[in-house]
């Protein structure tokens, strides 16, 4: 079921893990997601943003900066693919001579480094620590092109999600860290009107491009929205209840995935003033 076939069918997972305290049980965690995903015949992972090693800024610690030490955590992590035979979309920060980026880094299941995307559109907060290297990419698992938006960039700026849709994406990774584990609002009910308005934005992000969005959030005490799985028509098909550490596995059916409205857009209805 991981490989694509004649049904035309991908089976992804997202892992919506916990913040833990240090790198190594990071890294352990990843190691137990992609076992579990493994025997489930996952075709690839997606964890959250920057899940190695945390999310600067936020109400929980991050270890001071150590590039060292990421790259031995991407030489596991491609260890722990290879071992496993899973496809990996895992968060990351990452050094180089512009800056600090926030970076989801695409592993493939032999291991090999296929590629990263940066976060582009950086939030206020996030502007002291990291940089954007200003490019898109497109990525494949199993023959399926996929892109990749992080956290802001997926719910304020609507183009992150288009570029890959327009290129032949069937799906988007969302990898995200929205909400808190110290204060917030405990939520019950997905989707539901009166809260903020992030999943929402994940329909929106597959409707208007007939494509499937799969956003990543933290396992939390006060998450602002679920790890999800939006099918083509805005429909959701499944996410992790609130605050619970899961690997959500989903099979998808590509043939829905058509991207007709991103193909759809004309920029020549939009010309500069």
Not at 68 to 92: C, K, N, P, S, T
Request: net charge negative; with cysteine.
């Amino acid at each position: 079921m991981g490989q694509t076939s004649a049904t035309s069918s991908l089976r992804i997972g997202l892992a919506a893990a916990r913040n833990a305290p240090s790198v190594e049980e990071r890294l352990q965690t990843v190691d137990r997601f992609l076992e579990d995903a493994c025997a489930q015949d996952v075709a690839i992972v997606c964890f959250p943003e920057t899940y190695i090693p945390g999310l600067r800024g936020q109400d929980f610690s991050a270890p001071p900066l150590d590039q060292r030490r990421q790259q031995a955590a991407l030489e596991e992590i491609r260890a722990l693919a290879r071992r496993h035979g899973v496809a990996v979309v895992i968060g990351m920060e990452w050094e180089s001579a512009a800056g600090l980026h926030n970076v989801a880094f695409v592993v493939s299941r032999d291991g090999a480094i296929v590629g990263y995307q940066a976060k582009n559109q950086i939030p206020l907060e996030e502007e002291p620590f990291y940089v954007p290297d200003g490019r898109r990419r497109l990525f494949e698992v199993d023959g399926v092109p996929f892109g990749i938006t992080i956290c802001h960039e997926g719910w304020r700026y609507p183009e992150s999600v288009r570029w890959s849709a327009v290129r032949g994406a069937r799906l988007v990774f969302h990898p995200q860290l929205t909400g808190s584990d110290r204060a917030g609002v405990t939520i019950d009910r997905w989707g539901d009107l009166s809260l903020p308005y992030y999943e929402k934005a994940m329909v929106a992000r597959s409707v208007e491009n007939t494509i499937y969005f799969a956003s990543v959030n933290y396992a939390m005490r006060y998450q602002d929205s679920a790890t999800s799985l939006i099918g083509p028509d805005g429909d959701c098909l499944a996410y992790v209840p609130y605050g619970r550490e899961q690997l959500l596995v989903h099979d998808i059916d590509l043939s829905r995935a058509t991207g007709f409205c991103a193909r759809r857009f004309n920029p020549a209805f939009y010309p500069p003033t």
